[in-house]
C-alpha cells in the first residue's frame, strides 16, 4: 500500500468555496481578535522604526537589552513631548470658548430665522426641537463619559502593548529569523532571508518617507493658515497633516477643524473657505507630487486595490485598520512576488504596467527582434 501524500485535483467550484470558507474564517478572526492583533502590528511597526538606532548602538559596545531600552525610553519620550504640546494648544482654547459659543449662537440664529422666512418653519418649533435633542444628549452625557474614560484606558493599554511586543521583536529578532527557516525548511535560507529583507525594506522606507511627508505637509499648511490669519497655525497645519495617515481624504478631513474655527471667531466667512481651499491644494500637492516622489514606489499598489483594502481594513479594524491598511497590503505583496503560486496576485494589487504600443505589421516587428536580441544580451552579460 502506498502511504506517500497524493495531491488530489479538485473541481474549479471546490477550490472556489475553500478559498471563500478560509477568506470569512480569517476575516472573522482578524475583527474577532483586533484587540491583541492591532497592537502587535503597530508593534511590528514601531519595531522596523527602531531597529536601525538599535543595531548602531550594539555596533558601539551597547547590550542589547540595554539598547532597546534606550531606544524605547527615547521613542517615548517623544510621544510624550508631541503629546505634552498637543495639550497645551488645546488648553490655548479655552481663551476663546466664551467666543466661539457666542459666534455659534449668532450662527445659529440666523438660521433659524431663514429658515422661517424660507421654510415657514416657525421659531417655536425649532426650539422645542433643539431642546428635545438637547434633553437627549443630557441623558445620554454619562454614557458619552463612560465611553471616552475607556477609550482612553484602551489607548494607554495599547501604547503598554506595543512597547512591550516591541521590546520583545527587538530583542528576539534572531530566534524569530531560526524560527523561519525551521518552518520553511524547505526553502532556501537564502530566499527567506530576501523576503524578510524586503520587508524589512518597505516597511522601513514606508515610514521613513511618511513621517517627512508629514513634515513638508504641515510646513506648507502651517504657513498658509499665517498667510490667512488664522490662530493656532501650527496645530491645525500638523494636525491636519498626521491625518494624512488615512490616504486620499485625510487632510480634507483635517480641514474641517481649523474652517470652523475661522467661521465663529472671524467675521469674514470666506476665510473659512479660503482654509478649506488650502487643505484641498495641499492635499493635490501630496498626492500628485509629494508622495509619489518621497515614497515613490515603495509601496507599489494601485489605487484600486488600495481603495479596496483601505474600505477591507476599515471595515475589519475601524481607523487603526485604515492607517495600517497600506504598509499591511504592501508586506502582503511582498510575501505574494516570492511565492511563485501567489506572484499572480502580488501583480494583480501592484501597479499596474503601461501598455506597450501595438505593432502595426511584421516588418516591425522584424526590425525590433535585433534591438531587444542586443538588450536581452546585455542584461546577460551584466547579470
Same mark, same amino acid.
Given at each position: 500500500m502506498n502511504n506517500r501524500s497524493q495531491n488530489v485535483d479538485l473541481p474549479f467550484y471546490a477550490k472556489l468555496c475553500s478559498i471563500l470558507i478560509a477568506m470569512v474564517i480569517i476575516i472573522y478572526g482578524l475583527h474577532t481578535l483586533e484587540g491583541i492583533l492591532i497592537p502587535l502590528v503597530f508593534a511590528i511597526l514601531f519595531s522596523v522604526l527602531l531597529f536601525p538606532l538599535v543595531e548602531r548602538l550594539e555596533n558601539w559596545g551597547v547590550p542589547r537589552v540595554l #539598547?532597546?531600552?534606550?531606544?524605547?525610553?527615547?521613542? +517615548?519620550?517623544?510621544?510624550? *513631548?508631541?503629546?505634552y504640546v498637543v495639550s497645551i494648544q488645546i488648553r490655548s482654547f479655552a481663551e476663546v470658548v466664551p467666543k466661539f459659543v457666542?459666534? #455659534?449662537t449668532v450662527y445659529i440664529d440666523k438660521l433659524r430665522t431663514f429658515a422661517d422666512e424660507r421654510f415657514n418653519i416657525d421659531r417655536r418649533q425649532q426650539g422645542a426641537e433643539v431642546q428635545k435633542y438637547l434633553n437627549k444628549a443630557m441623558a445620554e452625557g454619562g454614557t458619552i463619559v463612560t465611553s471616552t474614560l475607556l477609550a482612553t484606558t484602551s489607548t494607554l493599554t495599547n501604547v503598554f502593548l506595543v512597547l512591550l511586543f516591541g521590546f520583545f521583536f527587538l530583542l528576539y529578532r534572531d530566534f524569530f529569523r531560526s524560527f523561519f527557516y525551521?518552518? &520553511?525548511e524547505d526553502t532556501r535560507k537564502s530566499k527567506i532571508d530576501s523576503v524578510m529583507e524586503g520587508i524589512y525594506t518597505v516597511v522601513k522606507d514606508y515610514l521613513a518617507g511618511l513621517v517627512l511627508v508629514i513634515l513638508?505637509? *504641515?510646513?506648507l499648511m502651517t504657513v498658509g493658515l499665517f498667510i490667512l490669519g488664522i490662530d493656532y497655525?501650527? &496645530? &491645525? *497645519?500638523? &494636525?491636519?497633516?498626521? +491625518?494624512v495617515l488615512i490616504p486620499y481624504f485625510g487632510i480634507s478631513l483635517g480641514s474641517l477643524l481649523p474652517a470652523a474655527?475661522?467661521?465663529?471667531? !472671524? !467675521?469674514? @466667512?470666506l476665510k473659512a473657505v479660503a482654509v478649506i481651499g488650502l487643505f484641498l491644494f495641499v492635499q493635490m500637492l501630496e498626492g500628485n507630487f509629494i508622495t509619489p516622489y518621497i515614497v515613490g514606489s515603495k509601496v507599489s499598489i494601485n489605487p484600486l486595490a488600495a481603495i479596496i483594502v483601505l474600505l477591507l481594513w476599515e471595515n475589519v479594524? *475601524? +481607523?487603526p485598520g485604515l492607517v495600517l491598511a497600506l504598509p499591511m497590503t504592501a508586506i502582503i505583496k511582498v510575501i505574494f512576488d516570492a511565492v511563485d503560486e501567489l506572484k499572480p496576485y502580488g501583480f494583480l494589487i501592484g501597479e499596474a504596467e503601461k501598455p506597450r504600443p501595438p505593432i502595426k505589421n511584421l $516588418?516591425?516587428?522584424? !526590425? $525590433? +527582434? @535585433?534591438?531587444?536580441?542586443k538588450k536581452i544580451g546585455e542584461v546577460q552579460e551584466k547579470g
Open positions: #539598547s532597546i531600552v534606550i531606544c524605547l525610553i527615547l521613542a +517615548l519620550a517623544v510621544v510624550l *513631548g508631541l503629546a457666542e459666534r #455659534s525551521k518552518a &520553511f513638508i505637509i *504641515g510646513t497655525a501650527v &496645530f &491645525f *497645519g500638523f &494636525f491636519g497633516a498626521c +491625518l474655527y475661522a467661521l465663529v471667531t !472671524d !467675521d469674514n @466667512p479594524w *475601524g +481607523l $516588418q516591425q516587428l522584424a !526590425d $525590433q +527582434l @535585433p534591438k531587444r536580441a
